[in-house]
């Protein structure tokens, strides 16, 4: 989940994806927070085609939608509306199954296919 969106953050955004802030959704989602912004709308429109044209063929897809003006994108903490579960930090370096045994924890048990719930894909027992 996490070397997908470094290496979309690497190859798109040219950026180091080490300075930015990672966050858990608390749902199924990553969350990254850069130091940059974009103030031209044609820069915009580019992102948003470079990111759909990188997620035709990514394991791991970015929302070409939070390319926009006036995005929002809930605070840390804040209670995920399905889950419950708070918006927490994350470390940008640790492995991805160090992330996956947070997030089992986060959520707390075993989850279902059927109802999407992230500790069933993330591997809890």
């Known amino acids: 989940m996490r070397a997908g969106l470094k290496q979309y953050i690497r190859e798109v955004l040219e950026i180091d994806p080490n300075k930015g802030k990672w966050f858990f959704t ?17 820069a915009l429109t580019r992102l948003r085609r470079e990111t759909k044209q990188y997620n035709e063929n990514a394991t791991v897809t970015v929302d070409p939608s939070n390319f926009q003006k006036k995005s929002l994108v809930r605070l840390p903490g804040a209670e995920h509306h399905d889950t419950g ?3 927490t930090s994350i470390s940008s370096t640790s492995s991805d199954e160090g992330l996956q045994k947070r997030i089992a924890k986060l959520v707390g048990g075993v989850g279902s296919k059927e109802r999407g719930e992230i500790s069933y894909y993330v591997g809890t027992p």
């Open 85 to 87: 579960i708070r918006k």
């Open 26 to 42: 608390g749902g199924t989602s990553l969350h990254v927070y850069l130091p940059y912004y974009v103030d031209n709308e044609d």
